[in-house]
């Protein structure tokens, strides 16, 4: 079954660390305030899960 990685985007406060870790998967929106997905069906890597780890509001998550 695939996982899907999911952004609560009203939680995020666009500290860029989850870009700073795995920019191939994630990146800011152009105001610069979101993280947003750049691939919708990206793999979970050990790099994702880095990035939803260290990320302060715990807004990345896998479904």
Known sequence: MARY??????ECNGC???VEICPEVFA???EGDKA???D??????EKVEK???YCPQKCIEFD
Not at 5 to 10: C, E, K, L, R, T
Not at 40 to 45: C, L, N, V
Request: hydrophobic share 55%.
């Open 36 to 38: 947003l997905l750049l």
């Open 5 to 10: 990685i999911i952004i609560d985007s009203y």
């Open 40 to 45: 919708s069906e990206a793999a979970i890597t």
């Open 16 to 18: 860029g660390s989850c």
């Open 28 to 30: 800011l929106n152009e």
């Open 51 to 53: 990035a939803a780890a």
